[in-house]
């Protein structure tokens, strides 16, 4: 009876060894970037952001630019990944109630963002570009488009820079629409960031249109944490670094964009 129970004390001995182990490392992992779920790097996306997070073949695999540049951080950090799709209007809410620990989802870098969260190092550079049709000179910068016509929908910052150039605004509901109408010589041009440019280029070909004029200050974009989250953040930024030193970025770029759209 007493061997019984003092084996019976050892098998227990031996099982707060064995469940302790992990319990410690899972919580080391977990305090050094304080992340929602130990081991696992959790990322908040749309999945309805082509081409930077969507479902190829509409149910299938989410795939993207963000996606993979997400997954490739993680694989840096030695973590495994986790998406949580959810609609933009409500990614930073999650974020800020601990749902996940990260934002990919193209998070342009603004001042107001940056009084509330931390940004990683850019991932991707887009200037804002004038498009013309093909072989159409008369405009090369942003000082031609005064008296000139262009496609803008009025709620984008685009239409401001159109109306700001001197240009006479046409009102359209998207990039499709702006392209069909200068396609058409219905209009002179239409302003726009270069990623969506780049990717009706990558998607249709070059479809008788291309880039005039560039801005000087292109937006930034970054994954988004939370002011706590001081650790995580530095330690993505040096996987960035790794991953464009490495050409990794260059590499996702010319897959999904046909040009490196990282810097």
Known sequence: MLGLAAASVTVVALAACSSGAPASSDAAAEDEYGLVKAGTLT??????????????????????????????VAEKLGLEIEFQETQWDAIFAGLDAGRFDVIANQVS??????????????YTVSPGVIVVKEGDTSISGFGDLAGKTTAQSLTSNWYTLAQESGANVE???GWAQAVALLQQGRVDATINDKLTYLDDVKTNGQSGI???????????????????????????????????????????????FGEDVSE
């Open 43 to 72: 990322v908040a996306t749309e999945g309805t952001y082509r081409p930077f997070s969507f479902h190829d073949g509409g149910a299938g695999e989410l795939v993207g630019y963000d996606v993979e540049v997400a997954e490739a």
């Open 109 to 122: 870098i603004n001042p107001e963002r940056e009084e509330q969260y931390l940004f990683s190092e850019a």
């Open 171 to 173: 009102a359209v509901e």
């Open 210 to 256: 291309e880039v005039a004029a560039e801005t000087d200050d292109p937006s930034l974009s970054a994954l988004a944490f939370t002011k706590d989250k001081t650790d995580l953040a530095a330690a993505v930024d040096a996987a960035l670094a790794e991953l464009r030193a490495e050409g990794v970025l260059a590499e996702l770029g010319e897959k999904y």
